[in-house]
């Protein structure tokens, strides 16, 4: 069973560009996880999401970045505009569904690094 | 969720057994402990995870006291590869979003 596929995992944008993020969740799973990890800074929440829908998204920044997990294909983190302070390493995790009081261990995938020049 | 405090960096020897402490003393009773560890600025990795008893799986073990304040976790014979950064997390039932504090540097010495 594969793990959380993340791409692409180096990622270079000049000021101004578009940055887009993939991540396939593992098989099974149907909640998508972002997370942003600053240099020498610890992983913060971004965005929650299920298929086609954004549960939480207090983490996001409110301009120029967006997520989306549609019914087909990975989920898309996009960051409109780059800024030199964007550049981090983008983390994207996966659980399944399994409802009710159990809690449901997320698994990380191995991040893309964002690098804007 | 809980708050965990936990040490901001420990020394093992090769092949000894590495504890890592992590206290939590507000955590509540639907609250789960989680370790995971980050290696190098790879992804974290998931380790164990336990509410109330004693966790055991091929990485690592979980101890966690009676009152639930505090737990341990411990990787019985540590090696280079194990040198990383360790999270102990409170998290509830059903959906989560994780937060990360700033962990533990384990270094492991040869």
């Known amino acids: 069973n594969a793990g959380v596929m993340q791409n692409p995992r180096h990622l270079v944008r000049r000021r101004g560009q578009e940055a887009r993020l993939r991540c396939s969740p593992m098989k099974g799973h149907s909640h998508v996880y972002w997370y942003r990890q600053l240099p020498e800074e610890g992983l913060k929440f971004m965005v929650y999401?299920?298929?086609?829908?954004?549960?939480?998204e207090s983490g996001m920044p409110k301009e120029r970045f967006s997520a989306e997990f549609p019914k087909e294909g990975p989920s898309i983190l996009r960051i409109q505009q780059v800024v030199r302070g964007d550049s981090a390493a983008y983390f994207c995790?996966?659980?399944?569904?399994?409802?009710?009081?159990?809690?449901?261990?997320?698994?990380f995938g191995p991040g893309t690094r964002l690098t804007v020049l | 969720d809980a708050k965990t405090t936990q040490p901001t960096s420990m020394d093992c020897a090769e092949g000894r057994a590495a504890n890592l402490p992590c206290n939590h003393s507000?955590?509540?009773?639907?609250?789960?402990v989680y370790w995971y560890r980050q290696i190098h600025s790879q992804g974290p990795q998931y380790i164990i995870h336990g509410l109330k008893n004693n966790e055991t799986n091929e990485m690592a073990s979980l101890i966690i006291t009676e009152d639930r304040k505090s737990s341990t976790l411990i990787l019985p014979h540590a090696t280079l590869r194990d040198t990383a950064v360790y999270y102990c997390i409170v998290l509830s039932g059903g959906y989560q979003k994780v937060t990360f504090g700033t962990g533990t540097k384990l270094q492991v010495i040869p």
């Open positions: 995790a996966s659980s399944p569904s399994r409802g009710g009081a159990s809690t449901d261990t997320q698994y």
């Open positions: 507000t955590i509540s009773g639907n609250e789960y």
């Open positions: 999401l299920q298929k086609e829908n954004i549960i939480d």
